[in-house]
């Protein structure tokens, strides 16, 4: 297996390869080296933006207006790095000229980082998978608490070594090739820390968030209007994160037999970075409504009543009544 | 009310989604120029001064942006207000910036 094969990157488009030939957004044009100029997504309509900010003017352009309003021309450096701008903005909050490009963009990547607790998760579970594999046993991927707890117990070690003898044997590899089994068990292990990551994150939190709702509802029986808001958040967000859920679900069914994981190995880590991509593009969407919540108390009070106007804004500009919510984990 | 568009140095652009702020009164954006504004109707009385601060906040395809600058009253009626205006604080970065809304820039105007 090549190091390309191993690193996933076989599904990146050609196009977003052509335009990375920097890994820096250096744009040449003038119009980029104002010095307050940075790329964003639209707050209302979520459409990537220059905007840029001068003494008496503050201004907003569409990144697709730029091309052919500041003259840069068809195929140039600059043509390509705009063209970047938009699969990028998917993973930063925000651009700057002189950034660099995510890595999402140039190999598949994350150009995140995840606390090391969640790579110990993905071990414990991926070593649960390898001990259920070895005694022909159905694997639990919900049984996380129990993954872990099990994922130090020497005996557990003693047969996921078993394991990956077993493992490299059944991918027709030689004995002395066995540590390459271990190499992508680690690196499933790795790509699988940022959904771990995100589960708690994102589908976590957003969960809380809707526990701490309903929770302020007793609170707030007799406050009308902040009753009101309640019952609309809580109608709006319950299906964008009941699809968290089942995006989450979706890795966890795709990654349920460990060897037709690792047989598939470049496959399943494009599939998992697929599903990352997605999750966290969410996530970047409703990180400062999550982390708001972390600190609201669940009592009367003028915190509470913030937090719930905030979140009510956020859902009605973010997921209107009658829209079909955008979301797609295909 | 606005004048004949065609005699004018530098061509007035309509607006339809656009403001212009002044003394208080957020006015419907008729048409501007890069010298020159048209905004009304005006509900009830609008005293300016020969003189006045304004903020243009335009919205268009080609992106939106908020402009503050000083205003120089021509005419004023129920119409609306007429006048000429300048940037409160100007720069070629900014003039190029404003002439982008009012067309597509001309990007030497960036070069050194």
Known sequence: MSETEKSGTGGKSSEALAGAASTVFDFKHAAFTLKTCVFRLDAQTSVPVMIVSLDSLHASIPVSKLKQSFGIDEGSHDDKLVQLLAKALKYVKEIRPGDSIPTEVLD?????????KYLAVSRAKVTMQLVSWMQGQAYDPHASDAAMTMADDPDTKKRVQEAFGAIAEKLGFSHDRRSEVVDLVEGLCRELSYIEALREQLSGAARRLLSNLKSLQSVYGREASVMDSILRVQSILAKPIKDFGAALEEVDSGLIEILPTLKLYPQRVQFIREKRDKLREKYLLWEEVLEMWNNVPLELCAEASYAIQETYRFAASRFPQGQKWALSFR | MSGNPNQRREP?????????????????????????????????????????????????????????????????????????????????????????FLAYPDPSALED
């Not at chain 1, 598949?108 to 090391?116: E, F, I, M, N, T």
């Not at chain 2, 957020?26 to 504004?37: A, D, E, H, M, T």
């Not at chain 2, 268009?60 to 009253?73: F, I």
């Open chain 1, 108 to 116: 598949g990547k994350a150009s995140w980082l995840v606390d090391p």
């Open chain 2, 12 to 100: 007035r652009i309509p607006m339809v989604d656009s403001f212009m702020l002044v003394a208080g009164r957020r006015l419907q954006l008729r048409n501007w120029s890069y010298s020159g504004f048209f905004a009304g109707p005006i509900d009830g009385e609008l005293h300016l001064g020969r003189d006045f601060d304004l903020t243009l906040e335009l919205r268009s395809e080609l992106g939106n942006a908020e402009v503050k600058g000083r205003g120089k009253l021509v005419r004023s009626d129920a119409a609306g207000i007429a006048g000429t205006w300048t940037l409160e604080k100007t720069s070629q970065q900014a003039e190029m910036l404003l002439r982008y």
